[in-house]
């Protein structure tokens, strides 16, 4: 006899909130968004405002189902960092203008009677894909997502690693070039401000090729300007692969992100040869996958860092 539990039947809201956009999804528990809907996130319009809309995009998405409140499981927030677990506070005047020391996860709580949790966007798209994706089977796992920033997150178990105040490492902020871009984290020539989609295309626009896509499209043609700042970009990825395979010796590095789902064995590679060149650690021990879940990552993973931390 198999004995369903009792909530096998409700849903997980999924929320994930990026500079530009809000997605909030109602997630079964194999990992499938049932509903969605997304709108821009506008966050200088107010914090007030933008939860309200995810409270109304919630709603809408239980009665696309035909569902009340009572078939809700909870609500699982994924949000571009800086994030306080912990306390629940969104701390991102960053790329979420106005929203610094916000609280997301009581007004949620309260208003769906529901548990509310909140995790850091890279943290939350890791743990999807371990329990839906890249990270199955795998104890340890490092994911780096490559976007308009460069996101980590470290998973040992299922669970996601705290730092100290239970908030988030960024290895997307780890220096190599002293003499590289000025980043918001306080260093020159970080990973984030030299290998994410914003320093490709900051360097591109520089070089006169538009954009990142400009940029990848000029390498395809041999040009040498833009071959330079892709190598660039690589270089710093492939360092940082080393660092991470020798503080962390992680079994699997799962790549994911907008420029990785166009160019994953352009970053793959370098990261593989950081990986099988790191003589002090057990040969083959580590290996490196592209991320599965693509833009289901931030919804789905916001659901399932609920029922993990539940
Ligand atoms: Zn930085």
């Known amino acids: ?26 997630v079964d528990l194999q990992g499938e ?26 709603d809408e998405c239980l009665a696309e ?8 499981e909870g609500i699982g927030v994924g949000c571009a960092g800086p994030v306080h677990p912990k306390r629940g506070t969104i701390d991102n005047p960053y790329t979420l203008p106005t929203w610094d020391g916000v609280d997301i996860v ?20 890791a743990v999807g ?21 460069v996101g980590s997150g470290i998973l040992i178990d299922g669970r996601i690693y705290r730092g ?7 290895l997307g902020h780890l220096p190599f070039d002293p003499a590289g871009p000025e980043c918001y984290c306080g260093v020159r020539g970080c990973l984030e401000s030299l290998a994410s989609g914003t320093a490709i295309s900051a360097a591109g626009k520089a070089a006169g090729f538009g954009d990142a896509r400009g940029v990848f499209a000029a390498l395809k043609s041999g040009d040498e300007q833009a071959r330079g700042i892709v190598a660039r970009a690589l270089s710093a990825v492939q360092i940082a692969a080393w660092t991470i395979q ?45 991320a599965r879940l693509r833009n289901r990552a931030g919804i789905v993973g916001a659901a399932q860092c609920l029922r993990i931390a539940q």
Do not use: W
């Open 246 to 290: 020798h503080s962390l010796l992680p079994e699997r590095i799962i790549l994911g992100g907008g420029i990785i789902d166009e160019h994953y064995n352009l970053f793959a590679d370098v990261v593989r040869k950081a990986v099988e060149s790191a003589t002090l650690n057990p040969r083959g021990c580590t290996d490196v996958q592209q």
């Open 106 to 125: 009581t007004p949620l709580r309260t208003t769906f009677d529901r548990p509310a949790v909140l995790e850091n966007d890279a943290d939350s798209a």
């Open 65 to 72: 189902l035909g569902r009340s409140r009572e078939y809700l």
């Open 1 to 26: 006899v198999i004995v369903t539990p009792l909530n096998s039947s409700k849903v997980a809201a999924g929320v994930d909130i990026g500079g530009t956009k809000i997605a909030v999804g109602l």
């Open 33 to 58: 968004i049932l509903a969605q809907r997304s709108f821009p996130t506008e966050a200088a319009l107010g914090f007030e405002r933008g939860v309200r809309r995810i409270v109304a995009a919630i």
């Open 129 to 149: 894909e371990a329990y839906f994706g890249a990270g199955r089977g795998a104890r340890s796992i490092v994911m780096l997502t490559f976007g308009t920033g």
């Open 164 to 170: 100290a105040a239970g908030t988030h490492p960024e």
